[in-house]
């Protein structure tokens, strides 16, 4: 799984062209990946779903999936 990173390092407000660059060069890009399946989650940094454990983010499945007392994705 690639880790997120940001432009020159620092986390700030890019346009949307400047993201979409970003995005093409980088993969994945400023997406938000699950801590345990490495999938998009979807989701940004207001309404990330966290793992209770790590403070890691989480796609739907896996954050369900623990929830519900079960084994993650």
Request: glycine share 10%.
């Amino acid at each position: 799984m690639s880790i997120n990173t940001w432009p020159g390092g620092h986390r700030h407000a890019m346009s949307q062209s400047e993201h979409g660059r970003w995005n093409a060069a980088n993969y994945p890009g400023t997406r938000q990946l699950c801590s345990n399946c490495g999938k998009p989650t979807g989701r940004c940094e207001d309404d990330t779903l966290w793992d209770e454990e790590t403070e890691e983010p989480l796609c739907e499945d896996c954050y369900k999936e623990q929830a519900e007392g079960g084994e993650s994705c």
